[in-house]
């Protein structure tokens, strides 16, 4: 499933709703905890999408050893910075401005990464201020809000929001002057001829201002990861798994993810943790999204894939590939096509068994920012009337590409997951089975006694449980 790259917002700064509270988890109980292992600890938890839990236990690293603040300042930064972008995308301005903050503080290095979704913070809350101020303008610190908004003009200079609003800010200051230049600047060539006041212009600029999209990324590629090792692919060996890699430091990290996972149940149960696997699985990580699309077997448009060599339904062979700078690659990517490696390597396989099934119970184990993504997709579906009937789900027998793809491994997720969690993991089970030599419809009714628009009922049932 694709990853979504960007965020757009548009102009007008509306107010946000309030945003939750967010809980930061107690980090596991550690038996003889030293500065290395909660350190590892943390990196894992931050490789796997637990934020909160990664930022308490990079702290409790950091009051351990604070002579070692510099071995952990990379990844203790970047927890913040994920926690930043979450809460970004929950128009949790508040909290994200303070992660931003403790990111560019920890570790400045990182900060040019997160510029941009940082000074769009900014420029909100200083929007948010200014509203504020205008309506009681005596209680107003403008000096501050001045210092607020020469912070978001320096990080952005082309960005006329932001130098409109110091324009204003110099308004009620009475810097008419500078008031003037800064609506000048918004205006360019459209400067009005003729009456300058600081009214006309102020007007003129308001007009002006462009509906403008801010788009960035909000899974930013941690940067180490961009690193590649000079030549040919290095082999990192962590039984049955031989990974093929150019990042030494990535390589491991992966290999710990893979052995997290597979300390994990799928779907409560469906994949057992520590269930049977190949002899052998040959995990590729290329450079770059060019170079895995070289050899990438599949579908071109896909940020990962799994493949597999069967003998009688019996698996030979296994291979995943990936790139480094993929987005979510640890936390989505690596879980997503593991599960494939298991469900192939289990007993309830066969050759065959429908594509929705495989990529439910796949999709299942990625993070929950994914699936969180996968649900807003399918709400959208839902109020435009675009969702995918099921019949129209069971009868796919390839996989769809663009928008479509994001709502087959959304609707494919949501039915399996609501199947399961209703009906539990063993008559899921005889309902694979009983696909094997019969009709995907007559099996639902046989085995859950229900149609096909009683399953797209449980799938409404699953977005609407999640809003």
């Given at each position: 499933m694709t990853e979504p790259r960007s965020a757009r917002f548009r102009k007008?700064?509306?107010?946000c709703a309030a945003a939750g509270a967010l809980l930061f988890l107690a980090a596991p109980a550690l038996a003889q905890a030293t500065f290395e292992s909660v350190f590892e600890e943390g990196q894992l938890a931050l490789d796997t999408g637990r934020y909160t839990q990664a930022a308490d236990l990079f702290e409790r690293a950091?009051?351990?050893?604070p002579g070692r603040l510099d071995e952990i300042a990379p990844d203790r930064a970047w927890a913040y910075v994920r926690l930043a972008n979450h809460s970004l995308s929950r128009r949790g301005f508040k909290e994200a401005e303070r992660y931003f903050t403790l990111a560019a503080a920890i570790y400045p290095k990182f900060r040019e990464v997160f510029l941009p979704e940082w000074q769009y913070v900014r420029l909100y809350e200083l929007n948010q201020k200014l509203e504020e101020g205008m309506r009681y303008p005596r209680a107003t610190d403008w000096r501050q809000l001045e210092d607020e908004a020469r912070w978001v003009v320096d990080a952005d200079p082309r960005d006329v929001q932001a130098h409109f609003a110091l324009g204003v800010i110099y308004e009620a200051e009475r810097k008419r002057e500078k008031a003037k230049t800064e609506y000048l600047t918004v205006l360019g060539a459209r400067a009005p001829q003729g009456n300058r006041s600081t009214e006309v212009l102020r007007q003129a600029a308001q007009k002006a201002l462009p509906n403008k999209e801010y788009v960035f990324d909000l899974k930013p590629v941690y940067p180490p990861w961009r690193e590649v090792d000079p030549g040919p692919f290095q082999t990192l060996r962590r039984a049955p798994f031989v990974i093929y890699h150019h990042n030494r430091g990535l390589a491991a990290r992966v290999a710990a993810v893979i052995e997290y996972d597979l300390g994990l149940p799928v779907l409560?149960?469906?994949?057992?943790?520590k269930g049977p696997l190949p002899e052998q699985v040959n995990v590729y990580v290329f450079a770059n999204n060019e170079e895995f699309s070289k050899y990438a077997s599949q579908e071109k448009w896909a940020g990962a894939e799994s493949t597999f060599t069967l003998l009688d339904d019996k698996i030979v062979a296994a291979s995943m590939r990936f790139f480094q700078t993929s987005t979510g690659l640890t936390e989505s990517a690596v879980p997503h096509e593991l599960a494939?490696?298991?469900l192939v390597a289990s007993a309830h396989f066969y050759e065959g068994l429908p594509l929705w099934v495989q990529e439910g119970v796949a999709t299942s184990t990625e993070s929950s920012d994914k699936k969180g993504a996968a649900r807003e997709t399918l709400a959208r579906a839902r109020d435009n009337g675009t969702?995918?009937?099921?019949?129209e789900l069971v009868a796919a027998t390839s996989y769809p590409s663009g928008a479509v793809s994001d709502l087959y491994y959304g609707e494919s997720l949501a039915a399996v997951e609501m199947l399961v969690s209703r009906y539990g993991k063993d008559k899921f089970w005889d309902f694979v089975s009983g696909l094997k030599d019969g009709d995907q419809v007559e099996t639902l009714k046989r085995v859950?006694?229900?149609t096909p628009v009683q399953?797209?009922?449980l799938v409404i049932e699953w977005i609407a449980g999640r809003q």
């Open positions: 007008g700064f509306a107010a950091a009051a351990m050893e409560g149960g469906v994949l057992p943790a494939h490696v298991r969702l995918i009937s099921f019949t859950y006694r229900l399953v797209e009922d």
